[in-house]
Nanobody
Framework: QVQLMESGGGLVQPGGSLRLSCAAS????????MGWYRQPPGKERELVAV??????NYADSVKGRFTISRDNAKNTVYLQMNSLKPEDTAVYYC?????????????WGQGTQVTVSS
């Protein structure tokens, strides 16, 4: 099992910045892919950013504003969010993916609320 704990959410004004953290624990060996998803009110959960094998990918809506990174020594993944917009308001979830017996398994955090409003 992999346990994920998000932190860093809160209320921020448009144009502001916020950094989310996700600490992983448990059986983390093999969790080479980690990412952030979000679910706005009344909408489906969507991919925000992912890091795997030193490569990062972002949703078009956050390119140039968000940055995902990993600190392997601390088993932590971060999401730096700059130039925040009201449409970024959502519950943000940390995701970890590992391969077990050649099959992918996904683990999720509880989520952290990000609200962008003036």
């Amino acid at each position: 099992q992999v346990q994920l704990m998000e932190s860093g959410g809160g209320l921020v004004q448009p144009g502001g910045s916020l950094r989310l953290s996700c600490a992983a624990s448990g059986s983390i060996v093999g969790t080479n892919t980690m990412g952030w998803y979000r679910q706005p009110p009344g909408k489906e959960r969507e991919l925000v950013a992912v890091v795997s094998g030193g490569t990062t990918n972002y949703a078009d809506s956050v390119k140039g504003r968000f940055t995902i990174s990993r600190d392997n020594a601390k088993n932590t993944v971060y999401l730096q969010m700059n130039s925040l917009k009201p449409e970024d308001t959502a519950v943000y979830y940390c995701n970890a993916r590992k391969i077990v017996n050649l099959r992918p398994l996904d683990y999720w955090g509880q989520g952290t609320q990000v609200t962008v409003s003036s």
